[in-house]
């Protein structure tokens, strides 16, 4: 059985940084397209980043967070990791990451097998 575990979400100033990473066990991780996405307090889902796998490693990223954020992956440490830079109060959210693209829209999370339980990401002005 997949599963995801993330870690790194925290309170910040605007502007400062935090680094997310996502532990995954139980699956073929190099073999995954991997995703975050976020859920802003009363709004519904949103795409984030995603990345391929199985060595392609193109990634993708919500316009939001271009230039901002960044995302990567240690196949050999099965761990995903979101880099994020200028925090703004906007990207205030719950960040979870999603492993496994199975069909669909692939900036949903429901395109995606898995997903973990989220971590808190509070950015105050």
């Not at 790194?8 to 699956?27: H, K, M």
């Not at 949103?46 to 990567?72: L, N, P, Q, W």
């Amino acid at each position: 059985q997949v599963r995801l575990v993330e870690s790194g979400g925290g309170s910040v100033q605007t502007g400062e940084s935090l680094r997310l990473s996502c532990a995954v066990s139980g699956g073929s991780f190099k073999g995954f397209t991997m995703a975050w996405f976020r859920q802003p307090p009363g709004k519904p889902h949103e795409h984030v980043a995603r990345i391929g796998g199985v060595m392609t490693h193109v990634t993708a990223y919500a316009d939001s967070v271009k230039g901002r954020f960044t995302i990567t992956r240690d196949d050999a440490a099965n761990t995903l990791s979101l880099q994020m830079n200028s925090l703004k109060p906007e990207d205030t959210a719950v960040y979870y990451c999603a492993a496994q693209f199975t069909e669909g829209d692939p900036a949903s999370p429901a395109a995606y097998a898995y997903r973990g339980q989220g971590t808190q990401v509070t950015v105050s002005s």
